[in-house]
């Protein structure tokens, strides 16, 4: 068969996109278009061919007239090929864009010819004007990083940029782009880093977006609160990366934190002498409050220096023989060493020159605002003497609270307790719900007194939780809103008890702000916990594996199915983690960081509510996972089959429960 091309002209003519040629003698013409071209174009051959006159040149868009013109000055330097991209007017009046290759020749006769094919790039043009358009008039950042421990930035758009302020690069200076690039972590402040990777380390396990908000290190030092989305994605290359999509809510949330602030700061001057917050990002002191005290009074709303300006207050205020107890007290704040999970707010009392010259014993507090800012109330103690006087003002306490918290409406609620009696004062519709009751129940009740046995007989709550809150200071409720079809949390607060026991104790009460999105709450729901035991021990969130950055942690976890939802005491857990080892304080400290590294792995993987920790013991809660062990010992039929002899085979303690097992089987 002969292979040979006869037909190369008709090919060249229909089947070449855009095919024509370029005589690049003066004057420029066009000396040949093949039908492929007039169909594009829709000009007719007639139409386009001169030999003293460049007629292609007027299909060349006016705005583009001067990449055409550079583009023939190019081509005429002699043998190459070159390319460029504008815009012809086809003859119906629209136009399209093309990307003109041409190749330059010389005939024998000396002509110099360009062989040119164009490409109709239209629709990729109009598709990169589209998503500029949107980079340029959409206010969202845009970034795209690696799925690294320390995520690398691979791209970052315009408006990421001016939301973090990045400087124009000069020569010598240092460039602060290429630096936040190689580590995203620079630029989120340090005590957020830890949420930052929590989320990122959630995104990932579950393979869900989850969206929320993060304050962020801007390039002139200040800081921006920014709220988006997080997503896991594979890109082109086919490697996992993160993407994220944010808006700048920087106004939005001062402004939200001031009024905030202004309520609870109202609040606090009801009940504290003197209030001043610390600020350690800035290491400041300001002086926010100080009930008209002569001793402060100038001092109020002027940050000075932290650790100078306390150490004067209490060399010029507080007794001798305290001067070292409130040093150590704030010695101990300035160290972060406050605020462990689970611990009440720091407290202490002292004696002190009061405004009137009189040396009295104060109480003081550190409540935290946020991760940077705390602020230290204070307060008189009132003696013996003053008793009469303090109960007297017990009534217009309660009027003044009461007043005070019915201007909250985000759910809160607030409640007298005397001995053994409660008086509620006042709660928003939500926590109502929490007691069982509705508004218009809860309204008579503001009236009255009643025993708090009998008050919390319609909540689910048991008494020996209320009873451990009075004594404790602070604790969180779970219940269930049937207005939202969701199980929210109620956070109490709760004064502490006069040394006689006859002054009221007050107790506040507000929902928890959820840190999981709709998205996240969801995804938790459908995702189960599946436990493996028979063999290797292992765990599994969804269908994905469940890693352990600790090997102690996953076998304390072990410990806790292997006991089947018992509670393990701290010295328990010891003896079986540690067999060689007494308990002591060292072993102590060891297993607490073991439970605490238990407890941020199951935050990670938003499953933190399998595991219940009271007073030091932990248990697992079964109805809220899946497990192997649990299953066959229900004695279902079902399950019957699936202990072939082998149990928690990576950890030694596991034979007791094993021969339980082997003798159950033996005697089946």
Same mark, same amino acid.
């Given at each position: 068969?002969?292979?040979?091309?006869?037909?190369?002209?008709?090919?060249?003519?229909?089947?070449?996109?855009?095919?024509?040629?370029?005589?690049?003698?003066?004057?420029?013409?066009?000396?040949?278009?093949?039908?492929?071209?007039?169909?594009?174009?829709?000009?007719?051959?007639?139409?386009?061919?001169?030999?003293?006159?460049?007629?292609?040149?007027?299909?060349?868009?006016?705005?583009?007239?001067?990449?055409?013109?550079?583009?023939?000055?190019?081509?005429?330097?002699?043998?190459?090929?070159?390319?460029?991209?504008?815009?012809?007017?086809?003859?119906?009046?629209?136009?399209?864009?093309?990307?003109?290759?041409?190749?330059?020749?010389?005939?024998?006769?000396?002509?110099?010819?360009?062989?040119?094919?164009?490409?109709?790039?239209?629709?990729?043009?109009?598709?990169?004007?589209?998503?500029?358009?949107?980079?340029? &008039?959409?206010?969202?950042?845009?970034?795209?990083? &690696?799925?690294?421990?320390?995520?690398?930035?691979?791209?970052?758009?315009?408006?990421?940029?001016?939301?973090?302020?990045?400087?124009?690069?000069?020569?010598?200076?240092?460039?602060?782009?290429?630096?936040?690039?190689?580590?995203?972590?620079?630029?989120?402040?340090?005590?957020?880093?830890?949420?930052?990777?929590?989320?990122?380390?959630?995104?990932?396990?579950?393979?869900?977006?989850?969206?929320?908000?993060?304050?962020?290190?801007?390039?002139?030092?200040?800081?921006?609160?920014?709220?988006?989305?997080?997503?896991?994605?594979?890109?082109?290359?086919?490697?996992?990366?993160?993407?994220?999509?944010?808006?700048?809510?920087?106004?939005?949330?001062?402004?939200?934190?001031?009024?905030?602030?202004?309520?609870?700061?109202?609040?606090?001057?009801?009940?504290?002498?003197?209030?001043?917050?610390?600020?350690?990002?800035?290491?400041?002191?300001?002086?926010?409050? &100080?009930?008209?005290?002569?001793?402060?009074?100038?001092?109020?709303?002027?940050?000075?220096?932290?650790?100078?300006?306390?150490?004067?207050?209490?060399?010029?205020?507080?007794?001798?023989?305290?001067?070292?107890?409130?040093?150590?007290?704030?010695?101990?704040?300035?160290?972060?060493?406050?605020?462990?999970?689970?611990?009440?707010?720091?407290?202490?009392?002292?004696?002190?020159?009061?405004?009137?010259?009189?040396?009295?014993?104060?109480?003081?507090?550190?409540?935290?605002?946020?991760?940077?800012?705390?602020?230290?109330?204070?307060?008189?103690?009132?003696?013996?003497?003053?008793?009469?006087?303090?109960?007297?003002?017990?009534?217009?306490?309660?009027?003044?609270?009461?007043?005070?918290?019915?201007?909250? &409406?985000?759910?809160?609620?607030?409640?007298?307790?005397?001995?053994?009696?409660?008086?509620?004062?006042?709660?928003?519709?939500?926590?109502?719900?929490?007691?069982?009751?509705?508004?218009?129940?809860?309204?008579?009740?503001?009236?009255?007194?009643?025993?708090?046995?009998?008050?919390?007989?319609?909540?689910?709550?048991?008494?020996?939780?209320?009873?451990?809150?009075?004594?404790?200071?602070?604790?969180?409720?779970?219940?269930?809103?049937?207005?939202?079809?969701?199980?929210?949390?109620?956070?109490?607060?709760?004064?502490?008890?006069?040394?006689?026991?006859?002054?009221?104790?007050?107790?506040?009460?507000?929902?928890?702000?959820?840190?999981?999105?709709?998205?996240?709450?969801?995804?938790?729901?459908?995702?189960?916990?599946?436990?493996?035991?028979?063999?290797?021990?292992?765990?599994?969130?969804?269908?994905?594996?469940?890693?352990?950055?600790?090997?102690?942690?996953?076998?304390?976890?072990?410990?806790?199915?292997?006991?089947?939802?018992?509670?393990?005491?701290?010295?328990?857990?010891?003896?079986?983690?540690?067999?060689?080892?007494?308990?002591?304080?060292?072993?102590?400290?060891?297993?607490?960081?073991?439970?605490?590294?238990?407890?941020?792995?199951?935050?990670?993987?938003?499953?933190?509510?399998?595991?219940?920790?009271?007073?030091?013991?932990?248990?697992?809660?079964?109805?809220?996972?899946?497990?192997?062990?649990?299953?066959?010992?229900?004695?279902?039929?079902?399950?019957?089959?699936?202990?072939?002899?082998?149990?928690?085979?990576?950890?030694?303690?596991?034979?007791?429960?094993?021969?339980?097992?082997?003798?159950?089987?033996?005697?089946?």
């Amino acid at each position: 068969m002969d292979n040979t091309i006869k037909n190369a002209q008709e090919i060249i003519s229909r089947s070449i996109s855009g095919f024509h040629q370029y005589i690049l003698n003066d004057p420029v013409h066009v000396g040949y278009v093949s039908q492929n071209f007039c169909a594009l174009t829709g000009f007719a051959e007639n139409e386009l061919l001169h030999e003293s006159r460049d007629l292609y040149q007027s299909l060349v868009h006016a705005a583009d007239l001067h990449i055409y013109t550079d583009f023939i000055q190019a081509l005429q330097t002699g043998k190459q090929t070159h390319s460029c991209e504008y815009r012809l007017m086809k003859k119906d009046g629209s136009f399209l864009y093309v990307r003109d290759t041409t190749t330059v020749d010389r005939l024998s006769d000396g002509t110099i010819v360009g062989n040119s094919v164009l490409t109709d790039i239209t629709e990729l043009k109009n598709e990169t004007v589209n998503l500029q358009f949107l980079n340029e &008039t959409i206010p969202c950042g845009f970034l795209k990083y &690696t799925c690294e421990a320390q995520p690398k930035v691979t791209y970052v758009n315009d408006k990421m940029l001016a939301f973090l302020r990045f400087p124009e690069t000069k020569n010598g200076e240092l460039d602060y782009l290429e630096m936040c690039k190689d580590n995203i972590f620079l630029m989120i402040p340090m005590e957020e880093r830890r949420r930052f990777a929590l989320y990122l380390n959630r995104v990932y396990s579950a393979g869900v977006p989850i969206a929320g908000d993060i304050t962020v290190l801007r390039c002139d030092g200040t800081r921006a609160h920014l709220f988006g989305w997080v997503t896991k994605c594979v890109n082109a290359q086919g490697d996992e990366e993160f993407q994220t999509v944010c808006m700048d809510i920087t106004e939005r949330h001062l402004a939200r934190k001031a009024n905030e602030t202004k309520r609870y700061l109202k609040a606090l001057t009801d009940v504290y002498d003197k209030i001043f917050e610390y600020d350690l990002s800035k290491n400041t002191v300001n002086c926010l409050y &100080t009930n008209h005290s002569p001793i402060f009074e100038w001092m109020e709303n002027i940050p000075m220096q932290m650790e100078d300006a306390t150490e004067k207050w209490i060399c010029s205020l507080v007794a001798a023989e305290d001067c070292d107890k409130v040093r150590a007290f704030f010695s101990d704040f300035y160290q972060k060493k406050f605020y462990q999970p689970d611990a009440k707010p720091p407290q202490i009392h002292y004696r002190a020159r009061s405004s009137n010259g009189e040396m009295r014993l104060y109480s003081g507090i550190f409540l935290k605002m946020d991760q940077a800012r705390s602020l230290y109330c204070c307060r008189c103690i009132p003696d013996a003497q003053e008793a009469d006087h303090l109960r007297s003002e017990n009534l217009s306490l309660k009027e003044n609270m009461q007043e005070l918290v019915m201007r909250f &409406t985000d759910g809160i609620a607030a409640f007298e307790v005397t001995d053994d009696l409660v008086t509620p004062l006042y709660a928003s519709d939500n926590v109502c719900e929490f007691f069982g009751l509705s508004k218009a129940q809860w309204l008579p009740l503001m009236q009255k007194s009643m025993p708090i046995r009998q008050f919390i007989a319609h909540s689910k709550t048991p008494y020996e939780d209320i009873a451990r809150l009075l004594k404790n200071g602070e604790a969180e409720f779970a219940y269930f809103d049937l207005k939202t079809e969701t199980v929210r949390r109620i956070k109490a607060i709760c004064s502490q008890k006069s040394p006689g026991g006859s002054a009221p104790q007050y107790i506040m009460l507000y929902n928890l702000e959820d840190t999981q999105t709709a998205n996240d709450k969801c995804s938790s729901d459908k995702r189960t916990v599946s436990i493996r035991t028979f063999g290797y021990f292992d765990v599994f969130v969804g269908e994905k594996p469940m890693i352990f950055r600790n090997k102690k942690s996953k076998e304390l976890f072990a410990l806790l199915v292997d006991r089947r939802g018992g509670y393990v005491s701290s010295e328990e857990a010891i003896a079986f983690l540690w067999e060689d080892e007494p308990v002591s304080p060292v072993t102590l400290s060891r297993y607490r960081k073991v439970a605490l590294r238990l407890k941020n792995t199951l935050e990670e993987y938003g499953i933190q509510d399998v595991v219940e920790a009271i007073d030091g013991k932990r248990r697992i809660v079964t109805q809220k996972v899946q497990c192997d062990l649990y299953n066959y010992l229900s004695g279902k039929e079902e399950y019957s089959q699936l202990f072939k002899g082998s149990y928690l085979s990576n950890y030694s303690w596991g034979e007791t429960t094993l021969a339980e097992l082997t003798g159950n089987l033996l005697h089946s």
